[in-house]
């Protein structure tokens, strides 16, 4: 079994988001996801619009997403690693070489991100939207 173990807010899914899921998905044979609380997002410096129960419940019906847990500290990453026997460590190169510390318990691979889509970036054209 290989396990493929990512992290990350998931606020407002879109397709960045869902070619990042699907590749991952696809370097395995499960995918657990660790999602930021909303402890944790305010200690990354972002704020989200979906709580975490909403958050989670959106990733749970993606089929490539096989578990999600939360991620509430930055230190977690070695132990989620060992606990759940990871093959791969994954996340978008946004965080290139961020993470390169975990090679010593898994592999790590870092996925180029979709261009011109971000939360942020639809967030602001709601509220756009909104203004205009
Ligand atoms: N992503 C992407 N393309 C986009 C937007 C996001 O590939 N256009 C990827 C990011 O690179 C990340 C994942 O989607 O791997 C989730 O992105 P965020 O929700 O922004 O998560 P982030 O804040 O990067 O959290 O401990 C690690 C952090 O929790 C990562």
């Known amino acids: 079994m290989r396990t493929i173990l990512t992290y990350g807010t998931f606020d407002v899914v879109h397709i960045g988001h869902i070619n990042l899921l699907r590749r991952a998905r696809e370097l395995g044979d499960r995918l657990i996801v660790g999602l930021s609380s909303d402890e944790f997002n305010s200690k990354k410096h972002k704020s989200s619009l979906l709580d975490y129960e909403n958050r989670k419940s959106v990733l749970e019906a993606i089929r490539y997403v096989d578990l999600v847990f939360p991620e509430i500290t930055w230190e977690q990453k070695v132990e989620d690693v060992k606990k759940y026997g990871v093959t791969t460590f994954v996340i978008g190169d946004d965080w290139t070489g961020k993470f390169d510390f975990l ?29 205009g």
């Open 103 to 131: 090679s010593e318990y898994c592999e790590v691979t870092y996925l180029s991100r979709t261009a011109d889509i971000s939360s942020t970036l639809i967030k602001q054209s709601l509220i756009g939207g909104a203004a």
